[in-house]
Structure formats: C-alpha cells, structure tokens
C-alpha cells in the first residue's frame, strides 16, 4: 500500500509560481512511476506531468510544456511539480499518483494505468 500527501496548492496570480509536492509512504519509492493530474470544476481529470522510475525524460501535457516541471527527490521519498507563468486555466484540484513498475524508464500518462492517488490539493489561479 502506498499513500501519497499533496501541499504546495494555493492562490496565486496570473504569471506566478507555485511548487507542488507529494511526499509517499513507500519503502522502495524508487520503484514506483510517478504522476501529476488534475481536475477542474466540470471538466474530466487530466493528464499533467509524468516521471519515470529513473527521472529521466519526464513527460508533459502540451497545454503545460514548458511552464510546468515535473521531478522527483529518490531520497525524499518525494515528487515535484514547478509550475511557473500561471494561467487561470490551471486553476484545479491537482493530484499526485502512483503506481510500481519494474521498467525502468518507463512512464504512464493514463489515469486507469495509476493504483494509488492523494487527496488532491487546490490550485487557483487569478486573472
């Protein structure tokens, strides 16, 4: 069983930053894909960010690419997700998910494809 705490949401203006972070109670974190979603009022929950076993090549939405930035720390047992030049549009419940896998370099980007997710934590973004 994995459980995974979302902080770092909260309000910010148009053109800011906030950092989201997602901290796992897994013992071998190193094995487990990562994920970031989110789900706005109304609409579907939708892929963000995704990172591999190995961090390396992490994968984004086309609707974030090159203002969101997903990573991870092995040793905090943690997963990251910088966003910067915020738009109202990113404004959502964003959640973080898990899932194991022995692929090293592999990434996952369906919501079917993730066994463990938090609680979610609010994002919301003022024009």
């Known amino acids: 069983q994995v459980q995974l705490v979302e902080s770092g949401g909260g309000l910010a203006q148009a053109g800011g930053s906030l950092r989201l972070s997602c901290l796992a109670s897994?013992?071998?974190?190193?094995?487990?894909?990562m994920c970031w979603f989110r789900q706005a009022p109304g609409k579907e929950r939708e892929f963000v960010a995704a990172i591999s076993r190995s961090g390396a090549m992490p994968l984004h939405a086309d609707s974030v690419k090159g203002r969101f930035t997903i990573s991870r720390d092995n040793a905090k047992n943690s997963v990251y997700l910088q966003m910067n030049s915020l738009e109202p549009e990113d404004t959502a419940v964003y959640y973080c998910a898990a899932r194991w896998t022995p692929l090293y370099s592999e990434y996952f980007y369906s919501s079917g494809e993730y066994a463990y997710w938090g609680q979610g934590t609010q994002v919301t973004v003022s024009s």
């Open positions: 897994a013992r071998t974190f190193s094995n487990l894909a």
